[in-house]
């Protein structure tokens, strides 16, 4: 079993920037590929970004490239998401999510194995 848990989330203006963390613990967290997912209120969880196990290869939701980015530090069992720009649609509860296989190919939520309990971001205009 791995444990997920994510930080780094609050209130900022848009524009601002934040940068997320998933700390994974439990087993090892050895070639899990990890990706990030965001819900909004009264709207499905949607795919952000995802990255492979290496850190090598990276996946990302088309409206995220550019201002997300995804990067991993395995010695730390760390995954980070670093949002610039952000807008107020933007708003929403973070999950981080890992999944057994190395592939950063993966944008469903059927494809991932564990999740976290998620931390709130919230975008003023």
């Known amino acids: 079993q791995v444990q997920l848990v994510e930080s780094g989330g609050g209130l900022v203006q848009a524009g601002g920037s934040l940068r997320l963390s998933c700390v994974a613990s439990?087993?090892?967290?050895?070639?899990?590929?990890t990706g990030w997912f965001r819900q909004a209120p009264g709207k499905e969880r949607e795919f952000v970004a995802a990255i492979s196990w290496s850190g090598i290869s990276t996946y990302y939701a088309e409206s995220m490239k550019g201002r997300f980015t995804i990067s991993r530090n395995n010695a730390k069992d760390t995954v980070y998401l670093q949002m610039n720009s952000l807008k107020p649609e933007d708003t929403a509860v973070y999950y981080c999510?890992?999944?057994?296989?190395?592939?950063?190919?993966?944008?469903?939520?059927?494809?991932?194995?564990?999740w976290g309990q998620g931390t709130q971001v919230t975008v003023s205009s």
């Open positions: 999510a890992a999944r057994r296989f190395v592939s950063a190919q993966a944008a469903l939520i059927s494809q991932y194995d564990y």
């Open positions: 439990g087993r090892t967290f050895s070639g899990y590929a």
